[in-house]
């Protein structure tokens, strides 16, 4: 009897030794893996945890602030050129057919239809290569001013219902946002931009014939040249 106790008293304390190395293991784990983290994180940043755990005020800020808002740029007004003439818009669109563009000028406003055949295919808001390359020259021609741009996207009144639009103001929006995507990649100000999506709304002729809801589907840009529309980007 004695000595099955004492089986079972040995047996029970030479498990203890297991438990002692697994919080030893798990320690060292933990101490490696701080050490690791040090190395590896900026100066500033490993100052401002520390700051944190003991309790130091941070007056400029915490660390995702500073990372996640990108430093603005100061535009120096005398660097802005002045809006688009038409003859510079006739001069950047002229590598597109006549036949697939409308540009119409007035006092206070440019403005320039793509008709979307043309640039766009059939239900989607993807554009060919040759299509990015004159939007790009556009862009390139509109950018660097602040003057504000409404991009406006038409379609006609057939319905569209699938994974990527489920109806056809998807499709515009789409659509005069793949245009704004353009520009901004040629470095016109995001701030200048406003996207809208119609739809078939608004429609410049009726959608009876084939003809005509080709006309209606189309990409509005409107220039704003009235010098009290003019944005401020800095």
């Known amino acids: 009897m004695s000595r099955r106790r004492g089986h079972d008293e040995g047996g029970a304390h030479g498990g203890s030794w297991k438990i002692a190395l697994a919080d030893l293991m798990t320690v060292l784990m933990v101490f490696f893996l701080v ?3 040090i190395s590896v994180v900026d ?4 100052q401002a945890f520390i700051n944190s755990v003991v309790g130091v005020p941070q007056s400029e800020g915490n660390i995702e602030d500073k990372k996640m808002v990108p430093p603005q740029e100061s535009i120096n007004p005398l660097d802005l ?3 688009a003439s038409k003859e510079e818009i006739e001069e950047a669109l002229k590598k597109v057919d006549p036949k697939d ?3 119409e000028e007035t006092p206070e406003f440019t403005k320039i239809t793509l008709k979307s055949d043309s640039f766009f295919e059939s239900g989607r808001a993807t554009i060919s290569d040759k299509t990015r390359e004159n939007l790009e020259v556009l862009g390139e021609t509109l950018s ?14 057939v319905p569209i219902n699938n994974f990527q639009f489920p109806s056809n103001w998807e499709l515009s929006a789409s659509r005069a946002a793949m245009v704004a995507r353009v520009f901004i990649d040629m470095g016109m100000n995001k701030k200048v931009l406003t996207i809208e999506g119609k739809a078939d709304n608004d429609s410049v002729t009726s959608n009876a014939t084939a003809y005509g809801r080709s006309l209606n589907r189309r990409v509005v840009i409107k220039i704003d040249k009235r010098p009290d529309s ?5």
């Open 230 to 234: 003019a944005i401020e980007l800095n």
């Open 144 to 157: 660097g001013r602040n003057q504000p741009i409404i991009i406006t996207g038409y379609t006609d009144n």
């Open 81 to 83: 050129k002045p809006a």
């Open 43 to 46: 100066p500033e940043e490993r």
């Open 35 to 37: 050490m690791w983290l």
């Open 101 to 103: 563009i409308q540009i």
